[in-house]
């Protein structure tokens, strides 16, 4: 049986409104209803590193914050580094 046929309830080789109303609430039943199936079913989630090398990082943060994290930190490890070559350079003087 086709859409058409299932769905064309006064045979009058149309779809009219009220036809496509109920075509659209059952297209959303059966999504739900595959969707619960879905759910319903065991499996086994493995998370692991992208074979090709990418990166992988695995957070319950936001990328932007992540990204401003690793930022401070970078900038911290900077400053901490050209301040001991400044000391450095000044005991050596």
């Not at 036809?19 to 039943?29: F, G, K, N, Q, S």
């Not at 969707?35 to 493995?46: F, L, P, S, V």
């Amino acid at each position: 049986m086709t859409l058409h046929e299932r769905f064309d309830l006064d045979g009058n080789g149309e779809i009219d409104l009220q036809e496509w109303e109920l075509a659209r609430r059952a297209a959303v039943r059966e999504v739900e209803k595959q969707h619960r199936e879905i759910r319903a079913q065991n499996g086994t989630h493995i998370m692991r590193a992208p074979r090709d090398g990418r990166l992988f990082i695995l957070s319950n943060h936001s990328p932007q914050r992540l990204r401003n994290q690793y930022l401070c930190w970078s900038i911290w490890h900077l400053l901490i580094v050209l301040g001991s070559v400044l000391a450095v350079i000044w005991l050596l003087n």
